[in-house]
């Protein structure tokens, strides 16, 4: 009976050292056909607050999961206020490097390909909620560039699973409007920006996106 109770002590105890710190998890899910892969920032002590917030966090064009997620700096800002972040691969020819996103107009190899990457993010949410506890009602799109049209067409295909949008430095390119619901939208953009116009349309691009 002793034995049993030390084990039993150990476990719960094992159990609570692994949700009491930040988590990173790079992950893959099969969408149409094609492995998608994405990262995800779990911040600690997540099982204190319930279900938790999201915000999805699209890099830009000719960029991956990884350098956005060192770029952006919203880790520590999800450890502080307990929010899951979710950093998607787009796709390309070379493997997780120069990739896109299919935002409708744009960009590159994504749109080129009709790359279903409103399927994707509705599958990956739908994947990680079978084992974080993730609140539906509370999931935000940010994104840059490319990736900021990407949040747009989010918003547009899929109204009913994203709360909000903040965009950066990227407009919206989708191929249909309206939403079937309001979006709520804090759009960030420089007057100055070369590539995504502040005016609309699109300046040369940095670089082509092949088939």
């Known amino acids: 009976m002793r034995l ?3 084990l039993i002590v150990i476990t719960a105890c094992a159990s609570v ?3 009491a710190g930040a988590e990173d998890r790079d992950l893959t899910i099969a969408v149409s056909q094609r492995q998608r892969t994405y990262v995800v920032h779990l911040p600690p002590r997540r099982s204190e607050r319930g279900p938790l917030p999201v915000v999805l966090a699209f890099h830009g064009g000719g960029g991956n999961a990884t350098g956005f997620k060192d ?4 880790d520590a800002v999800a450890d502080r206020e307990r929010f899951v972040v979710i950093y998607p691969d787009g796709s390309g020819r070379m493997g997780r490097r120069l990739l896109t996103w299919n935002a409708g107009d744009c960009c590159g190899y994504a749109r080129d390909n009709k790359v279903d990457d409103v399927g994707f993010v509705v599958a990956l949410l739908r994947e990680l909620a079978r ?5 539906p009602t509370r999931v935000y799109a940010t994104g840059h560039s490319n990736g900021a049209m990407m949040a747009y067409r989010l918003a547009v295909d899929a109204p009913e699973r994203i709360a909000a ?5 990227g407009m919206m390119v989708t191929d249909r409007f309206p939403p079937a619901r309001p979006v709520p ?5 420089s007057v100055a920006d070369p590539r995504a116009l502040y005016a609309g349309g699109l300046g040369p691009p940095f670089f082509v996106g092949g088939r």
Do not use: C, E, F, K
């Open 4 to 6: 049993l109770a030390a």
């Open 17 to 19: 050292v692994g949700d």
């Open 71 to 74: 770029y952006a700096g919203l």
């Open 131 to 135: 084992g974080v506890p993730l609140d």
């Open 165 to 169: 949008i903040a965009p950066v430095a």
């Open 185 to 189: 939208v804090l759009h960030i953009h």
